[in-house]
């Protein structure tokens, strides 16, 4: 059974861009979940969406957003980057009424 | 609000020594679950164990165990016999239900271990 996929590994943005990262869950997975980890403020929750809809944010800017497609697919988006938006994001998918999270490898973004 | 406060930063031992990382955490909720997650330098987040608010029974899996006492609000993990590989970060985590249905991850601040020979 594959597991979860992010992509990509690694990526380097200049401040004000804009960057999408991808998440693909483990196959049956509804729920994917994104995190934030960065060494001041460690592992912080983004936002969880579930049957393509988000059911929770964290406490981040409106610069931060993301959807999931009907295949449970999910993005995330970053606009207007700054530089304190380097950082480790992880990506996590479960099965509903089931508290197994299973997390990616990351997308370590680099804004300069 | 949730909480996870794990107190140690960093830990050094050498290998084949016994380690214990403590995890505390604070919550309302009467139904929740815990979880103790590794992370290698590669960055992925490792699933050790997860353990719901109703079953304070300890586990043992391998060189690890868990200690979860309710009633100090702990969720201790040991490793016995300690090994280079065991060498990462380790998170303590809560999860409890939200508002909008489904549930988050609340993490501590991690424990640094370092194995040496």
């Known amino acids: 059974k594959a597991g979860v996929t992010q992509t990509p590994r690694y990526l380097i943005k200049t401040r004000g861009q804009q960057v999408t990262l991808s998440c693909s869950p483990i196959?049956?997975?509804?729920?994917v979940s994104w995190y934030q980890q960065t060494p001041g403020q460690g592992l912080q929750f983004l936002f969880e969406?579930?049957?393509?809809?988000?059911?929770n944010k964290g406490n981040f800017p409106g610069r931060f957003s993301g959807r999931q497609f009907s295949n449970s697919r999910s993005e995330m988006n970053v606009s207007t980057l700054e530089l304190g938006d380097s950082a480790l994001y992880l990506c996590?998918?479960?099965?509903?009424?089931?508290?197994?999270?299973?997390f990616g490898s990351g997308t370590r973004l680099t804004v300069v | 609000a949730q909480k996870v406060t794990q107190a140690q930063t960093e830990i050094s031992v050498v290998e084949k020594e016994d380690v214990t990382l403590d995890c505390v955490y604070e919550?309302?909720?009467?139904?929740?679950?815990l979880f103790w997650y590794k992370q290698p330098p590669s960055g992925e987040l490792v699933f050790l164990i997860r353990?719901?608010?109703?079953?304070?029974q300890n586990e043992i899996s391998g060189r690890y165990s868990w200690n979860f006492q309710k009633s100090t609000s702990s969720f201790n993990f040991t490793i016995t016999a300690s090994q280079v590989v065991d060498s990462a970060v380790y998170f303590c985590?809560?999860?409890?239900?939200?508002?909008?249905?489904?549930?988050?991850?609340?993490f501590g601040t991690g424990t640094q271990l370092k194995v040496e020979l």
């Open positions: 996590a998918s479960k099965e509903p009424d089931n508290y197994g999270y299973t």
């Open positions: 196959s049956g997975h509804r729920s």
């Open positions: 969406y579930f049957s393509e809809t988000q059911r």
């Open positions: 919550t309302r909720d009467t139904t929740y679950y």
């Open positions: 353990r719901n608010s109703f079953d304070e």
């Open positions: 985590a809560l999860s409890g239900y939200l508002p909008g249905g489904g549930n988050k991850l609340t």
